[in-house]
C-alpha cells in the first residue's frame, strides 16, 4: 500500500505542479487534461486544465487537479503535508524553495528531541511541515 498526497486547486494547477517539481526535485509522469476525457461535462474554459497530474518524488507521488467547481473545494488549515528528511541540505534547499512566494511560520529550528523542524504555508496555501533527524 502507498499513501499519496493529492492537491486540488481551483485555478493555477499547472503552475503549482511546477513549481512543486521544482521545489521537491520531483518528476511529473503524467498530465491528463479535461479535454482528454470524452463526454465529461466541463466548462470549456476548463479544457486545457489539469483533470489528474501525477508527480513522483523519489519513491512517493503527489497527485494534482483542477476543480471546476469552486462549490467543492474550501481552503482551510485542517491538513499540512509533512516532509521527513535525513539530510538536512536537502531540508535547507526544499524549504527554501517552498517559501518562495509564501511565508514562514517557523523557520528550520532544532527542536528538544535532537532533531530540527520547520513550517511554512506555501504561496498556494498549502500547509508544510519539514522534519530533519540524523540517520541512526
Known amino acids: 500500500m502507498k499513501l ?38 466541463v466548462p470549456a474554459e476548463y479544457s486545457q486544465k489539469i483533470l489528474h497530474a501525477e508527480m513522483k518524488v523519489n519513491e512517493d507521488y503527489i497527485f494534482f487537479s483542477d476543480v471546476p467547481d469552486p462549490t467543492k473545494l ?28 509564501g511565508k514562514v511560520d517557523m523557520p528550520i529550528t532544532d527542536m528538544f528531541w535532537g532533531g530540527k523542524l520547520g513550517s511554512l ?3 498556494y496555501g498549502f500547509q508544510w511541515s519539514l522534519h530533519y533527524s540524523e540517520k541512526e
Open 121 to 123: 504555508d506555501d504561496k
Open 4 to 41: 499519496v498526497t493529492y492537491l486540488d486547486f481551483l485555478e493555477g494547477c499547472e503552475e503549482a505542479m511546477n513549481f512543486y517539481c521544482y521545489a521537491l526535485e520531483g518528476e511529473i509522469i503524467s498530465i491528463m487534461r479535461y479535454s482528454d476525457a470524452e463526454h465529461m461535462d
Open 74 to 101: 474550501v481552503k482551510g488549515n485542517s491538513m499540512s503535508i509533512t516532509l521527513l528528511f535525513d539530510d538536512i541540505s536537502k531540508m535547507n534547499t526544499v524549504f527554501e524553495r517552498l517559501s518562495e512566494g
